[in-house]
């Protein structure tokens, strides 16, 4: 069965510092990985999507996320926070095993200083 | 392009009462989806269907029904609103739920939020 796991329910960073959220996944098939954004009062918008090409993958806003199989991880990162980074974020895993569901994490907040 | 529309946005029920969350979409996606979020829930699956005229469980569906009688529109039924269904209900599409080339990315409502009194 394939889960997701986020290592963080809250980051805090200041503002022009790096940011990484955690996410480990387990995956029978070959999974679809996905990071998406929720501001407050609003829905989930796409940050980037891992599936089978390129390990680095990178999304909107300077985030990008690397897929390392071996550690089953899907970190997102970023090299410098600004303040509307501010938001919640989810990861996300599908895969090929036909049960057409996509299994969220419970999500990270993160809070940037000024 | 309106992409994916949930109506209403905002309703406050009574216990017992019944009411129809409305998902339409225009982007001619065979896979659509409801979920729920509750703080540090994350979303949770209620029903989906990968294609008009089928639905199928997720991982909460007690108290919900769904319908897809056309391919841009998926109903989500509440028969006897409980307080335990108080939350924040997302509706959402894909194009690809199953490829060689991966799954394709849900894209999601704005949401619509439902107080059970």
């Known amino acids: 069965a394939q889960s997701v796991t986020q290592l963080d329910s809250h980051v805090s960073v200041s503002e022009g510092t790096p940011v990484l959220l955690r996410c480990n996944y387990s995956?029978?098939?070959?999974?679809?990985l996905f990071w998406y954004v929720q501001h407050p009062n609003k829905g989930l918008q796409l940050l980037l999507k891992?599936?089978?090409?390129?390990?680095l993958v990178k999304g909107i806003n300077g985030f990008e996320a690397e897929f390392k199989k071996s550690e089953t991880s899907f970190h997102l990162t970023k090299p410098s926070a600004h303040m509307s980074d501010a938001a919640e974020y989810f990861c996300?895993?599908?895969?090929?095993?036909?049960?057409?569901?996509?299994?969220f994490g419970t999500g990270t907040r993160l809070k940037v200083l000024a | 392009n309106a992409g994916v529309t949930q109506t209403p946005k905002f309703r406050v029920l009574k216990t017992g009462q019944s009411m129809t969350l409305l998902c339409a979409q225009d982007?001619?996606?065979?896979?659509m989806y409801w979920y729920r979020q509750d703080p540090g829930m994350g979303l949770r699956l209620i029903h989906y269907s990968v294609g008009e005229g089928t639905t199928a469980k997720g991982e909460v569906p007690d108290g919900y029904n769904v319908s897809r009688l056309k391919k841009q529109n998926f109903l989500l039924g509440l028969e006897s609103a409980a307080p335990s269904q108080t939350s924040v209900y997302f509706c959402a599409s894909s194009y690809l739920g199953l490829s060689v080339l991966g799954t394709g990315e849900l894209f999601f409502g704005e949401g619509s939020r439902l107080t059970v009194l």
């Open positions: 995956s029978s098939y070959s999974p679809s």
């Open positions: 891992y599936t089978s090409a390129a390990t």
């Open positions: 996300v895993v599908s895969d090929l095993s036909g049960t057409y569901k996509y299994i």
């Open positions: 982007m001619n996606h065979e896979y």
